[in-house]
């Protein structure tokens, strides 16, 4: 699960370029990271284990290179783990996105040849296989042929690069994982994403499964896989344009995205109307629809799942994206499959994807990032249009896909703008809770939770899927235990958990919960529990009251942003990263 960009082209400083496009690409992992370039008969690479920050290299200028940012799936996070691998004779270097399933097994024959592999890794075989084959060859259709061959060995969702310094080529293939193609004034580039080739790239072609091209200072050339016939790569204007990763006054981008949430709503509100009309006719149309999504967009699909039932009275199933897979076997080409990713790339969701095309479902997509896999595999895509979300905390989507779940419901039922009047004066109150006596509010919450062992959120109805995410908010930025749950289950062991002191954050919106998440909250309160309530009453149970005014069934747009807050005042309190956590990446591209 990796970033990968390589350059071949005009002779420049090629380290330095790469590493910048790499910084574009830590989303998907800030282990390690490592850069390398093809110059004077020899592959110079540096590599360094954590995030790229303000690293600057000392190589030197070069027409070829490429580079490569880690989150560790085999092996540590050490410098001998990082990419680039090279081989033995210094000609050969691989980067990879991916796990090779097989690779226990490659191993194995490279070593019983008598070759000895230095790092622990899945994608060290890839090297030796290559090198072993080029071997005495000097040719660039040879090595497309040998670098096919090998892909075709390897078995999983996988996108390599192989840096071959005889021939200076970049030889790029991929199942599944994506790569695209990149052609500008100086050369031609390749990258796990488009927004790495913003800056660089006029022209754009995606990759296909089963095409391998090479790159060289003449420009880039695609081949059938099996045939190795020449394809014509489909060239088109970039979608992405570069993004501001200006900070615009707010110490990190969590603080700046959470605040931007209102403004995502009302323009969901104003400019996706289209967009919902469309989905819920593909909703009303199918025999069944399944709304997937992992991590927060789980949350945001669970919640969907409420307020279809209580807006549309419909039902929607939901099911976790790396579940779905093996609950597949109820789909027919009347299913429709509805998955929410910020990415557009979590690997768990394209599986689904790819499981649920097979049934012959029909899919829908909510999307942030527009001509992402997910994008281009969908039937119906529906584009946030949130911006581009740099923390690895998802806090503008969720409300995003939540917000257009929304006023899907509330189109199916006939009720448009009911749903768009709703959106907006939820984000009137979302912009009243970000007032800086509101936040200053929580950051006095903070400080005194900050010792704390763990934290439990509970709501129910459309308040458990808010308490899940608030949760999953709090301990991912945070690193304390958190732990969301239905109202309804505290007896059923969670009450054990409660000692003097425990944080208890209550979701107690005016609906038909109310007086029963009440109840709870104060048998918490009897075992010590300390109850924060996000409600628009405050209940003498309350310890602290979060006031938030009743928005109907928009509260999970409303009372998100108060977790949002205390996870990120957690962190600080903490003196931890609010952007990059420990361990996680913002696109979860394998396994
Ligand atoms: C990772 C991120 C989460 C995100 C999840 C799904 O785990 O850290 O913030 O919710 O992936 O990502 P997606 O891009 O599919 O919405």
């Given at each position: 699960m990796c970033g990968i960009f390589?350059?071949?082209?005009?002779?420049?400083?090629?380290?330095?370029?790469?590493?910048?496009a790499l910084r574009k690409l830590e989303y998907r992992g800030y282990d390690?990271w490592?850069?390398?370039?093809?110059?004077?008969?020899?592959?110079?690479?540096?590599?360094?284990?954590?995030?790229i920050?303000?690293?600057?290299?000392?190589?030197?200028?070069?027409?070829?290179?490429?580079g490569h940012t880690r989150w560790?799936t085999?092996?540590?996070?050490?410098?001998?783990?990082?990419?680039?691998?090279?081989?033995?004779?210094?000609?050969?270097?691989?980067i990879h996105n991916g796990?090779?399933?097989?690779?226990?097994?490659?191993?194995?024959?490279?070593?019983?040849?008598?070759?000895?592999?230095?790092?622990?890794?899945?994608?060290?075989?890839?090297?030796?296989?290559?090198?072993?084959?080029?071997?005495?060859?000097?040719?660039?259709?040879?090595?497309?042929?040998?670098?096919?061959?090998?892909?075709?060995?390897?078995?999983?969702?996988?996108a390599?690069?192989?840096?071959?310094?005889?021939?200076?080529?970049?030889?790029?293939?991929?199942?599944?994982s994506p790569?695209?193609?990149?052609?500008?004034?100086?050369?031609?580039?390749?990258a796990s994403d488009?927004l790495a080739?913003?800056?660089?790239?006029?022209?754009?072609?995606?990759?296909?499964?089963?095409?391998?091209?090479?790159?060289?200072?003449?420009?880039?050339?695609?081949?059938?896989?099996?045939?190795?016939?020449?394809?014509?790569?489909?060239?088109?204007?970039?979608?992405?344009?570069?993004?501001?990763?200006?900070?615009?006054?707010?110490?990190?981008?969590?603080?700046?995205?959470?605040?931007?949430?209102?403004?995502?709503?009302?323009?969901?509100?104003?400019?996706?109307?289209?967009?919902?009309?469309?989905?819920?006719?593909?909703?009303?149309?199918?025999?069944?629809?399944?709304?997937?999504?992992?991590?927060?967009?789980?949350?945001?699909?669970?919640?969907?799942?409420?307020?279809?039932?209580?807006?549309?009275?419909?039902?929607?199933?939901?099911?976790?994206?790396?579940?779905?897979?093996?609950?597949?076997?109820?789909?027919?080409?009347?299913?429709?499959?509805?998955?929410?990713?910020?990415s557009?790339e979590t690997i768990?969701?394209?599986?689904?994807?790819?499981?649920?095309?097979?049934?012959?479902?029909?899919?829908?997509?909510?999307?942030?990032v527009?001509?992402s896999?997910?994008?281009?595999?969908?039937?119906?895509?529906?584009?946030?249009?949130?911006?581009?979300?740099?923390?690895v905390?998802?806090?503008?989507?969720?409300?995003?896909?939540?917000?257009?779940?929304?006023?899907?419901?509330?189109?199916?039922?006939?009720?448009?703008?009911?749903?768009?009047?709703?959106?907006?004066?939820?984000?009137?109150?979302?912009?009243?809770?970000?007032?800086?006596?509101?936040?200053?509010?929580?950051?006095?919450?903070?400080?005194?939770?900050?010792?704390?062992?763990?934290?439990?959120?509970?709501?129910?109805?459309?308040?458990?899927?808010?308490?899940?995410?608030?949760?999953?908010?709090?301990?991912?930025?945070?690193?304390?235990?958190?732990?969301?749950?239905?109202?309804?289950?505290?007896?059923?062991?969670?009450?054990?958990?409660?000692?003097?002191?425990?944080?208890?954050?209550?979701?107690?919106?005016?609906?038909?919960?109310?007086?029963?998440?009440?109840?709870?909250?104060?048998?918490?309160?009897?075992?010590?529990?300390?109850?924060?309530?996000?409600?628009?009453?405050?209940?003498?149970?309350?310890?602290?009251?979060?006031?938030?005014?009743?928005?109907?069934?928009?509260?999970?747009?409303?009372?998100?942003?108060?977790?949002?807050?205390?996870?990120?005042?957690?962190?600080?309190?903490?003196?931890?990263?609010?952007?990059k956590?420990?361990?996680l990446a913002k696109s979860v591209t394998v396994?």
């Amino acid at each position: 699960m990796c970033g990968i960009f390589g350059y071949v082209g005009v002779p420049r400083d090629t380290g330095e370029m790469v590493l910048d496009a790499l910084r574009k690409l830590e989303y998907r992992g800030y282990d390690s990271w490592g850069v390398g370039v093809g110059v004077n008969g020899h592959i110079a690479v540096e590599k360094n284990i954590g995030k790229i920050g303000s690293s600057v290299l000392d190589l030197p200028l070069s027409s070829i290179g490429f580079g490569h940012t880690r989150w560790a799936t085999h092996g540590g996070v050490t410098q001998a783990n990082a990419h680039p691998h090279v081989d033995p004779s210094g000609r050969v270097a691989v980067i990879h996105n991916g796990i090779i399933e097989n690779f226990r097994s490659l191993r194995a024959q490279i070593e019983a040849g008598g070759r000895a592999l230095v790092s622990e890794t899945d994608t060290e075989v890839v090297v030796h296989l290559v090198a072993a084959q080029l071997a005495g060859t000097c040719d660039p259709q040879r090595t497309v042929e040998i670098v096919g061959n090998v892909f075709e060995q390897l078995q999983g969702f996988n996108a390599i690069i192989v840096l071959d310094r005889a021939t200076g080529t970049l030889t790029a293939v991929k199942n599944v994982s994506p790569l695209v193609i990149g052609r500008g004034i100086d050369g031609c580039y390749v990258a796990s994403d488009q927004l790495a080739l913003a800056e660089y790239a006029t022209e754009i072609a995606f990759l296909e499964d089963r095409q391998i091209v090479q790159l060289d200072d003449d420009g880039a050339r695609a081949f059938d896989l099996d045939t190795l016939r020449s394809l014509h790569l489909d060239w088109r204007a970039p979608t992405v344009k570069g993004y501001s990763a200006e900070l615009s006054g707010y110490p990190d981008f969590l603080m700046k995205e959470i605040h931007e949430q209102p403004e995502v709503v009302r323009r969901v509100a104003s400019e996706l109307g289209g967009e919902a009309q469309q989905l819920a006719g593909e909703i009303s149309d199918s025999y069944g629809t399944f709304f997937i999504g992992c991590g927060t967009a789980s949350y945001a699909a669970l919640t969907g799942s409420y307020l279809f039932s209580r807006i549309a009275r419909r039902h929607v199933n939901f099911v976790v994206g790396s579940e779905f897979s093996y609950q597949e076997h109820f789909l027919t080409d009347r299913s429709l499959v509805c998955a929410l990713s910020q990415s557009g790339e979590t690997i768990d969701i394209i599986q689904s994807v790819l499981t649920a095309k097979d049934r012959g479902a029909r899919i829908g997509a909510l999307v942030n990032v527009e001509g992402s896999t997910l994008d281009r595999m969908a039937d119906v895509s529906l584009h946030l249009k949130a911006g581009p979300e740099l923390s690895v905390l998802s806090t503008k989507t969720y409300t995003a896909k939540v917000a257009l779940l929304l006023l899907t419901a509330y189109a199916l039922d006939g009720r448009m703008k009911e749903g768009e009047d709703l959106l907006l004066q939820a984000a009137d109150v979302m912009e009243e809770s970000l007032h800086p006596d509101a936040t200053d509010r929580i950051r006095g919450l903070a400080g005194r939770f900050r010792v704390s062992r763990s934290l439990f959120a509970v709501g129910r109805g459309l308040s458990f899927p808010t308490a899940l995410e608030a949760a999953l908010k709090i301990k991912e930025v945070s690193y304390i235990h958190a732990e969301g749950f239905a109202g309804g289950e505290l007896k059923h062991g969670v009450i054990a958990l409660i000692e003097e002191g425990t944080p208890c954050l209550v979701f107690a919106p005016e609906d038909e919960t109310y007086t029963d998440i009440i109840s709870g909250a104060t048998e918490l309160k009897s075992r010590g529990g300390y109850i924060v309530g996000v409600s628009s009453r405050n209940d003498p149970v309350f310890d602290v009251h979060i006031p938030l005014a009743d928005v109907g069934n928009a509260s999970p747009l409303t009372t998100a942003i108060p977790a949002q807050l205390l996870g990120r005042e957690l962190a600080v309190a903490r003196g931890l990263d609010p952007d990059k956590p420990r361990n996680l990446a913002k696109s979860v591209t394998v396994k």
